[in-house]
């Protein structure tokens, strides 16, 4: 899996030594086991149509397509 974004993230102590000892007690480093749950996480609910439907509800603007000069700006921001 490609990494996109590096991030720092705060969390309670005793959720850090939680995870801590989830990790160690699964053989693996605290990041890696992070990374898994995350991913397990997004897998179990990813689905395009309720991701879509989701972003509609909470960003109703999304919905608005872009006008032929906000595609003009996008096209040059992207260099095609």
Known sequence: METLVKATIDIPNEIFTYLSVKAKASGINLKKYIEDLLVKDVEEDLDDERVYRMMAEKHPEGLTPAS????EEF???LGI
């Open 68 to 71: 032929d000069e906000e595609q």
């Open 75 to 77: 096209r040059k921001w």
